[in-house]
C-alpha cells in the first residue's frame, strides 16, 4: 500500500478493510516514500503493521517496524500499537479472541522495559521485552533487567 491513491483508501475504508502496512519491507528496499498512514488513519481507515518476515525482508521485530512507523510512516505511538496489536488482530481474522487485554479474550501479552508506551518506538535496535504470557500463561521472563 505504498502508492494507495487517495480514492482507493476512500474506497477501502468504507468497504471496511484493514490496510496492512510493512514499513521494514520499504526500509529493506530502500524507498524513499512509505505508505501514506496518515492519510489511511485520517480517513477511517484502519492501519495494521506487519514485519513482511521473508527473503525480501528478514527482521522479526515489530519493535522496529512500530519505530519505522513512527518515524517513517509519520504515526503516533498510540497508533502504532494499535496498528500492531488489535488491528492486526482484525486483519487477520482473530480480532474476537486476541489484540486487546480483556476479559474473554487469550491472555497474549508482553511487557516492556520502558518507562512508557510513548517510549517503544524511539528506542529500537535492543530488545525491550521483559516478560511474555501466552494464553494466560508466563513462558519467558528475563532474567536480568537493564539498568537505566
Do not use: W
Not at 471496511?16 to 502496512?21: A, E, K
Not at 488513519?41 to 513482511?52: F, K, N, R, Y
Not at 525480501?56 to 510512516?73: D, G, P, R
Request: contains cysteine; positive net charge.
Amino acid at each position: 500500500m505504498t502508492k494507495t491513491p487517495p480514492a482507493l483508501i476512500e474506497k477501502l475504508a468504507h468497504a471496511g478493510s484493514v490496510g496492512v502496512l510493512m514499513p521494514a519491507f520499504d526500509f529493506t528496499l530502500g524507498y524513499e516514500t512509505y505508505a501514506n498512514a496518515r492519510r489511511m488513519i485520517e480517513s477511517g481507515l484502519p492501519v495494521a503493521l506487519s514485519t513482511d518476515l521473508s527473503p525480501a525482508c528478514m527482521t522479526e521485530s515489530m519493535q522496529f517496524v512500530i519505530a519505522l512507523a513512527c518515524l517513517k510512516l509519520r504515526m503516533t505511538p498510540e497508533e502504532a500499537i494499535t496498528a500492531a496489536t488489535v488491528n492486526s488482530a482484525y486483519a487477520v481474522g482473530r480480532g474476537e479472541k486476541v489484540g486487546t487485554i480483556e476479559v474473554g479474550k487469550q491472555a497474549d501479552i508482553i511487557t516492556l522495559d520502558v518507562p512508557n508506551y510513548r517510549f517503544i518506538p524511539y528506542h529500537f535496535g535492543v530488545n525491550l521485552v521483559e516478560q511474555v504470557v501466552k494464553r494466560g500463561a508466563l513462558i519467558s521472563k528475563r532474567s536480568t533487567y537493564r539498568q537505566g
